[in-house]
Nanobody, 124 residues
Framework: QVQLVESGGGLVQAGGSLRLSCAVS????????MGWFRQTPQKEREFVAA????????YYADSVKGRFTISRVNAKNTVYLQMSNLKPEDTAVYYC?????????????????WGQGTQVTVSS
């Protein structure tokens, strides 16, 4: 059984930084495409960033490009999302997800496993 556990969320002022972590267990981590999504009560879940199994390909939503960085350490079964220059509109529950097959990295329905989410709140 695959488990994803996010950590690192919290409250931060606008312009600040946070690093989210997602630890994966239960399967070979290096075989997964890993993604981060976020959701608020007012909006549907949206793609934030994704990284290929090797880390060689990274993808970002336009809204976070240049501010967020996704990375992974396969030896630690962990994927990270470094968030900088945070804005109030980044406030959301952030979810880590893993995809086994060759789906679309931006499509949440293509992901097979999900974490429980971690709250990020950015105050103005």
């Amino acid at each position: 059984q695959v488990q994803l556990v996010e950590s690192g969320g919290g409250l931060v002022q606008a312009g600040g930084s946070l690093r989210l972590s997602c630890a994966v267990s239960g399967r070979t981590f290096s075989s997964f495409l890993m993604g981060w999504f976020r959701q608020t009560p007012q909006k549907e879940r949206e793609f934030v960033a994704a990284i290929s199994w090797s880390g060689g390909s990274k993808y970002y939503a336009d809204s976070v490009k240049g501010r967020f960085t996704i990375s992974r350490v396969n030896a630690k079964n962990t994927v990270y999302l470094q968030m900088s220059n945070l804005k109030p509109e980044d406030t959301a529950v952030y979810y880590c997800a893993a995809e086994e097959d060759s789906g679309d990295y931006y499509e949440d329905l293509d992901y097979d496993y999900w974490g429980q989410g971690t709250q990020v709140t950015v105050s103005s």
